[in-house]
């Protein structure tokens, strides 16, 4: 009896200390550890958006860069930042675990942050700028070292930004009730928790670099980023860790090639009309190696011909199994939802270029105080902070008495609702934009640099739907990805969210270079729609095209999410007596099985 109840005391999902080792439920994980990775997501934000959120100004004011390349440079630089996860995913799921990637990876980040810092306060290593505000020209020598202290924190990002998450969400255990109930709230807490750190950014430091100096703006980052390191790693006793699944995470591209290989080689095959006759392990085959098995589903079935018996034909290898099968399923519709994220990504691209632009031309001045233009996007952050516990306390609890589903709405349809609130994200920004035109044309303020007598906070609600959209956008999308992620790719499914943001911030850069260069010289006037000159061009035209391109993917993600087909799987999981029906005995073993799409079916 001592013995089984020490084996209860463990987590049942096959988590492990640091050296490998069964770890207690009951001193582990959950928010206990949670609470330091927190604490590290809050500074690491901080010393982010302390970067990005004003680097277009730094690029054009110090480095003296025109405004297309500036955009081009920030979208070129923010998109590495959020595609370099890929590799570290697929390092983390592969070879070293979470943490050790993250912990490798952290230490190149800080690298980068003190070289950012080095290149912004050393004389030598800037541009240096006369009382008058001119500047010279800056050389190449440092030109290079700054983009490559630059590019430096992009490549630590790739294996920070995956794994800290993913690593956060580990310490609950799905195959626990009631750990399974608390992690359903995590990643809103989660971004919570993120954009604090990004709202200090965009208030305070901001602030510092534009009235104190660049230098002193990111010291404080960078110090607070090495202060987090520490608290990451007071935490360590705490921290559940995942075993590295190496023949699963080893090659998703392998998985994918076995499947497809095995349903073309059967392709001549009919397929039978009951799934059971499909290759499959048993339950408790799957419950000995810590693992989940997927229920088969009828999406994409031109694949459950890989897993076709062999019947007579020993030659033939063996076949993939019905898990294999559908979690090549999943890599797919994801896949398919992944691209219709990217419109509104590139939507979010604005914010820390064209916004900041066109806010640099607007009156800033607020009882004697200049505000600088990447400060309004504290408004997005402030918006969230104040949205999310609404969402999750409020909005969350009412639609779940209605809908019986734990998170109130489904994944999809969370999504479905961030991106509507960006279209009308764009439709503010055009309308702002056009009403800033026409106080140009009353008050003939045509040349660079001019102030345009309109204040800033025109433009306060587009920052604002900005953050309440996040709210079911960013985090819905984050979460998505890491649910239906199959159980032994989970750091690479979450960089689904990453690279999304990482190619909608090319996608961006893309778009402005070549729409500059086709409307540039174009027409009577020779006015690009995104001139150095905001004063003299026409973003009016440039926001009206993101908002038919949003409007378009609004319709082209309802079509994916209506035949989207959530994941389902089988675990094995105790249910206290408060969660199961009577007739049902307290504390039994059952099969379950588990749809992931935010429903939990009744057991």
Not at 358 to 367: C, E, H, I, N, V
Request: proline share 4%; hydrophobic share 45%; with cysteine.
């Amino acid at each position: 009896m001592e013995e089984e109840a020490k084996q209860d005391a463990y987590t049942k999902d096959g988590s492990v200390d640091l050296r490998g080792q069964p770890v207690l439920a009951s001193q582990t994980g959950r928010w206990k550890a949670c609470a330091f990775l927190v604490g590290y997501e809050s500074f690491e934000r901080m010393a982010f958006y302390g970067v990005a959120s004003n680097l277009v100004v730094y690029l054009t004011t110090q480095l003296r860069e025109e405004t297309v390349p500036s955009v081009r440079n920030v979208n070129n630089w923010t998109g590495a930042v959020w595609m370099t996860p890929i590799v570290g995913a697929y390092i983390a799921d592969t070879f070293l675990g979470r943490f050790w990637t993250f912990t490798i990876s952290s230490l190149v980040y800080l690298a980068g942050m003190v070289l950012i810092t080095l290149a912004v306060s050393l004389e030598s290593l800037h541009p240096q700028c006369t009382p008058d505000g001119g500047c010279a020209a800056a050389t190449r020598q440092q030109v290079a070292f700054f983009y490559g202290a630059l590019y430096t924190m992009a490549i630590g990002a790739g294996g920070t930004k995956p794994n800290i998450s993913t690593f956060g969400a580990d310490q609950f255990d799905d195959f626990d009730a009631r750990e399974r109930e608390v992690k359903a709230s995590f990643f809103n807490w989660w971004m919570f928790s993120s954009f604090t750190g990004g709202l200090v950014a965009v208030l305070v430091l901001v602030f510092v670099q534009e009235n104190v100096g660049w230098g002193v703006g990111y010291t404080i980052p960078t110090v607070g980023l090495a202060l987090s390191l520490l608290l990451f790693y007071v935490g360590t006793p705490f921290y559940r860790h995942k075993p590295v699944q190496r023949e699963t995470a080893a090659g998703p591209a392998r998985l994918v090639g076995r499947v497809f290989s095995e349903a073309f080689a059967n392709r001549r095959r009919l397929l039978p009309g009951d799934a059971a006759e499909l290759q499959e392990h048993e339950t408790a085959w799957y419950t000995a190696a810590g693992k989940r098995r997927l229920h088969h589903t009828r999406a994409f079935r031109f694949l459950d011909r890989a897993a076709l018996r062999s019947g007579s034909d020993t030659r033939r290898r063996q076949p993939c199994t019905v898990t294999e099968v559908e979690e090549v399923k999943l890599i797919i519709g994801m896949i398919v939802v992944w691209l219709s994220t990217l419109v509104p990504c590139t939507i979010w691209a604005q914010v820390n270029t064209l916004f900041v632009k066109q806010g640099t031309t607007l009156y800033r001045s607020m009882g004697g105080v200049h505000i600088p233009a990447a400060s309004l996007s504290s408004f997005i952050t402030i918006s969230m902070l104040l949205s999310i516990p609404v969402y999750d306390r409020v909005l969350v609890p009412l639609v779940r008495r209605r809908t019986g589903n734990r998170r109130g709405i489904t994944l999809l349809q969370r999504l479905g609702i961030g991106c509507a609130l960006q279209v009308l994200v764009v439709a503010c920004a055009y309308l702002v934009e056009v009403r800033r035109m026409r106080v140009i044309r009353e008050r003939s303020v045509h040349r660079a640099g001019d102030t345009v007598p309109m204040s800033i906070f025109w433009m306060l609600p587009q920052y604002v739907l900005m953050g309440v959209g996040d709210v079911f956008n960013s985090v819905g999308i984050l979460e998505f990805f890491y649910d239906q992620s199959p159980d032994g790719m989970r750091s690479l499914g979450t960089t689904f969210f990453t690279s999304g943001l990482g190619v909608g911030n090319f996608l961006n850069s893309l778009l402005v270079t070549l729409i500059d260069r086709a409307t540039k010289g174009r027409g009577s006037a020779g006015k690009s729609w995104i001139g150095d000159n905001l004063n003299d061009s026409h973003l009016d035209y440039y926001y009206v095209f993101l908002l038919l391109l949003s409007v378009l993917n609004m319709a082209l993600f309802v079509w994916v999410a209506m035949r989207y087909k959530y994941k389902r799987e089988s675990l094995e999981i105790e249910h206290p007596e408060s969660e199961i029906g009577s007739g049902q005995e307290s504390g039994k073993l059952m099969e379950v099985s588990l749809t992931i799409n935010g429903a939990q079916p009744p057991v």
